[in-house]
């Protein structure tokens, strides 16, 4: 018989508590994404459409253009939870399931929506294949470079840590934006969302999702994106871009969301794009418990972020 010494013992205990250790982290830092992208949607919501304020506003306020209360998310968070409830259920990515529940999503409340998903969506509703959507949607909207693909695709980096969290994100970004400048866009973001939530520091996460980057437009802006200043737009790149470069600059998570929101313009999109980066990388107690607090739908969103860490676990 083998002889167990104290030190063998104290070893294999010292070991099983790092790696639980470890678990925990990475699963504190998934959930931060998921319900970072929400706080940040619903901190930039009041702001969606006007200029950058005068006075920094730190706190969520009541969206009069909608008419919802502060706190309250938008389709940036409807469509990421929708693109997480079909990655749990399915086990992985299935684009069949994945239009279905983003549909879904759209049904309940189709007012908020931007101009590609819109159309997609409806398309869809009318009879036609999801397959032919996207591409008729580009046609008809002569283009797609919206951002509504990249503020919903970081539960992708959530669920993967593989090479194939590219090859899922332009997957999903085709689903409703055939310009594959959006698709690159995302595959950036859920890169680095990706290797945030695993422990990889901000700058390694940074170089990772430029070396893997094959669009050159994206890859020559996010690669320098210090030379350019941020404009917080409707199109995918510039949406990516400043959502990029305060996460890049900002060191809390409040901060980066309040340099986000406080940009104008698209302030729910770039909120939200921002709010997952900061959240993959300082964790979900990161997060200010006064915006936790206000936030609608906290319960749904942190229950989808475990269940979808537990399927990205195996």
């Not at 205990?13 to 250790?21: M, R, T």
């Not at 678990?23 to 901190?43: E, N, T």
């Not at 313009?265 to 107690?285: E, M, N, P």
Request: a negative charge.
């Amino acid at each position: 018989m083998h002889t167990i010494t104290f030190l063998h013992v104290t070893s294999y205990c010292g070991n099983v508590i790092y790696l639980f250790g470890e678990v925990y982290i990475q699963l504190l830092h998934a959930a931060g994404s998921l319900v970072g992208l929400a706080v940040g949607d619903a901190f930039g919501a009041p702001l969606e459409g006007l200029a950058s304020p005068t006075e920094t506003v730190r706190e969520m306020g009541y969206s009069y253009h909608h008419g919802r209360k502060p706190g309250t998310f938008t389709d940036d968070t409807e469509q990421a939870l929708a693109v997480a409830r079909s990655l749990v259920r399915c086990r992985g990515f299935s684009p069949e399931d994945m239009m279905a529940e983003l549909v879904q999503a759209y049904r309940s409340d189709p007012t908020v929506y931007g101009p590609t998903s819109r159309r997609v969506f409806d398309l869809v509703l009318l009879g036609m294949d999801p397959r032919d959507a996207a591409r008729a949607a580009h046609e008809m909207n002569r283009g797609s470079r919206s951002n509504g693909s990249v503020m919903r695709g970081p539960p992708i980096g959530i669920w993967s840590g593989g090479p194939e969290v590219e090859v899922y994100s332009m997957a999903c970004s085709r689903l409703t934006h055939y310009d594959p400048v959006a698709g690159a866009c995302s595959s950036f973001v859920n890169r680095m969302v990706s290797d945030l939530c695993r422990g990889r520091e901000r700058e390694e996460a940074f170089r990772r999702a430029l070396s893997r980057c094959r669009d050159r437009e994206v890859a020559g802006i996010l690669g320098s994106f210090r030379e350019h200043d941020p404009v917080p737009g409707l199109d995918c790149l510039l949406a990516t871009h400043a959502s990029l470069s305060v996460f890049m600059e900002q060191d809390t998570f409040e901060e980066t969301l309040v340099a986000a929101v406080n940009l104008g313009g698209d302030a729910d999109t770039v909120g939200a794009i921002a709010g997952s980066l900061a959240g993959a990388r300082y964790g979900l107690f990161a997060i200010p418990r006064r915006w936790l607090a206000a936030l609608q739908g906290l319960p749904e969103v942190l229950s989808t972020a475990w269940q979808l860490w537990h399927v990205a676990r195996g």
